[in-house]
């Protein structure tokens, strides 16, 4: 009987497929890396056949676990790393690399835009699709009719239906610099400015709706492919962020937040900027994202530049063997400052250190850096919102650190809750697959969220604003020391 769901996230270093039972409860997972390349000084590149092989061995691993065969499969849905770009013909032959969203190969070109009035972040996919048109679609006008553009969701819709679908979702379309927000089409002036043609571009479709299915070549079954979102908005779902004030942050390699604002776009806080949530049922919901930049990779410091520790898992003990810092702390910029400043010249700094800091005070004074990074992040994001949020819900493999999460409590002032399965997005991509073919309802997405732990906040009020002030003029040092 086809009553399971199964979800992809497919991230920047790796894709992960979870098999949801009828229950909602987790029945198998499978994980495969996934290589990058840096050709140059600022590219991030994939091998776009790679990344499908990997995609379609991790769905096959997973049922293979849940002893699921895939005709028992109701719906799939894919959550996908945003902005990065893929061009592919109408045979379904990639043209060039997957241009990953991190990629800084069109940073003088989006600059040049910007002057001229059209701001286009490097972050997301369009100029990325005008350097790859530009530099591997055919030359001539016939060939050029069956191309095809789209971010990874879009590649692996594609494979999954053997060529059949040529979709991406609003909340994927909003992170590609092409999206046009009124009437939620694509923005055709600024595609003909890039010299994109919009016949290459991919319908934009429901968030969680039926595109079409999976070929039998694929996954050896005709499963419904009905959801696609990015990784992000795929979390809030599997975190249960349904209503509007509802806030969830993912603590991976960066520390990416997000909270629910509803069917009404209002102006965001300072460094955070609006997305599409999802489209579900004809109605748009929207975010506001920001972000810390660096999350988990100030853990990695530890182990990888100082050789604190020998790995990531060392690092809570070693922080949880000393009361506090001992004055020692930590700004961890070590790739700028994102939201609220916005500053990429931000340089980390670590101060405080006496004679008597020993490694494991420095664990835990970067700990606590990543808290507070966390709680500026959270601040900016709550500026416009009519309550500030009752709690914070957590995800990502930085999680795992449960120190972390108790000075998050503390940083916020706010409890903080942890799910049991760390990856929400590949879940929230399942779910939201469910839904549309009737699997689940609305309330049973959030009558499903049981949180694994809760940590509540228990720093004094006015104890944690006194460390906030202190922790503003340390965050001052370090955009003074990158100036």
Request: hydrophobic fraction near 45%; glycine fraction near 12%.
């Amino acid at each position: 009987m086809a009553d399971h769901a199964i979800g992809i996230d497919e991230g920047t270093t790796g894709v992960r497929a979870v098999v949801l039972r009828p229950d909602g409860r987790v029945a198998g997972v499978a994980y495969e890396e996934i290589g990058q390349r840096f050709p140059q000084a600022g590219w991030v590149e994939h091998d776009a056949e790679e990344t499908w092989q990997a995609t379609r061995r991790v769905v096959l691993r997973a049922l293979d676990e849940a002893r699921v065969p895939p005709r028992d499969v109701a719906a799939l849905g894919v959550a996908n790393q945003r902005g990065s770009a893929v061009l592919w013909d109408e045979r379904g032959a990639a043209l060039g690399p997957v241009v990953g969203w991190q990629d800084q190969r069109t940073a003088s070109r989006c600059a040049a835009l910007a002057a001229d009035g059209l701001p286009i972040p490097t972050l997301v996919a369009a100029t990325k699709w005008e350097w790859l048109v530009r530099e591997h679609a055919p030359a001539s006008a016939a060939e050029r009719r069956g191309l095809r553009l789209g971010t990874v969701d879009s590649w692996l819709a594609h494979r999954l239906s053997g060529g059949a679908v040529h979709a991406t979702d609003a909340s994927n379309a909003s992170c590609t610099g092409l999206y046009e927000w009124a009437r939620g089409g694509w923005d055709e002036r600024v595609a003909g400015h890039l010299g994109l043609d919009p016949a290459w571009l991919p319908g934009i479709v429901a968030t969680s709706g039926i595109v079409g299915e999976t070929s039998t070549d694929a996954l050896g079954a005709r499963i419904p492919i009905a959801a696609l979102a990015g990784d992000q908005q795929a979390a809030m779902a599997g975190l249960a962020c349904l209503l509007p004030g509802s806030v969830k942050l993912t603590l991976g390699t960066s520390g990416m937040m997000d909270a629910n604002v509803g069917g009404a776009l209002a102006p965001p806080g300072p460094g955070t900027y609006p997305l599409v949530l999802w489209s579900i049922d004809g109605v748009r919901s929207f975010c506001f994202e920001g972000t810390t930049i660096t999350a988990g990779a100030a853990a990695q410091w530890l182990r990888d530049g100082l050789a604190v520790v020998d790995s990531l898992d060392a690092i809570e003990p070693l922080a949880r063997s000393v009361a506090d810092s001992a004055g020692a702390w930590v700004v961890p910029a070590f790739q700028g400052l994102g939201t609220p400043w916005l500053d990429p010249g931000a340089r980390a700094l670590v101060g405080g250190v006496s004679r008597g800091t020993t490694r494991a005070h420095l664990a835990r004074a970067l700990l606590e850096g990543v808290a507070w990074r966390c709680r500026e992040v959270f601040d900016a994001l709550c500026a416009h919102l009519p309550a500030r949020p009752a709690v914070l819900r957590v995800d990502g493999g930085a999680a795992r650190n449960r120190l972390l999460l108790e000075l998050l409590a503390d940083a916020l002032g706010v409890p903080v809750e942890a799910p049991a399965m760390l990856d929400s997005a590949a879940a929230g991509a399942a779910l939201l697959a469910g839904r549309a073919v009737g699997l689940w309802r609305d309330d049973d997405l959030a009558a499903r969220w049981k949180p694994a732990l809760r940590f509540e906040p228990v720093r004094p009020a006015d104890e944690r604003e006194s460390a906030l002030a202190t922790w503003q003029r340390r965050v001052a040092l370090a955009r003074e020391a990158g100036s």
